[in-house]
């Protein structure tokens, strides 16, 4: 069981930067696959990024390459997701979500999410 607390989320002027955290608990951290998802209202959770347990592999939607970085600190139980020059279409809840395997990260069928932290980019 792995419980995840994500935070950081806020108002910024397009262009801006935000760094968003997710705070896992549990002692098996290291053997879960991390992700980041966002939903805007009306439309559907979408994929933004996933990195593997160890760190070593990250992956990323075409919408976000280039603008946002995840990493993870597998000694503080943490995943982040760096985001540079946000635009208003970044607008949406952010959610982490853990699973042992990549694979479920990557097709939105993760089995633990968080509750989400609210990132508005105005224009």
């Known amino acids: 069981q792995v419980q995840l607390v994500e935070s950081g989320g806020g108002l910024v002027q397009a262009g801006g930067s935000l760094r968003l955290s997710c705070a896992a608990s549990?002692?098996?951290?290291?053997?879960?696959?991390m992700g980041w998802f966002r939903q805007a209202p009306g439309k559907e959770r979408e994929f933004v990024a996933a990195?593997?347990?160890?760190?070593?592999?990250?992956y990323y939607a075409d919408s976000v390459k280039g603008r946002f970085t995840i990493s993870r600190d597998n000694a503080k139980n943490a995943v982040y997701l760096q985001m540079n020059n946000l635009k208003p279409e970044d607008t949406a809840v952010y959610h982490c979500?853990?699973?042992?395997?990549?694979?479920?990260?990557?097709?939105?069928?993760?089995?633990?999410w968080g509750q989400g932290t609210q990132v508005t980019v105005s224009s």
């Open positions: 549990g002692r098996t951290f290291r053997s879960y696959a």
């Open positions: 979500a853990a699973d042992h395997v990549l694979r479920k990260i990557r097709t939105s069928t993760a089995d633990y």
């Open positions: 990195i593997t347990g160890s760190g070593g592999s990250a």
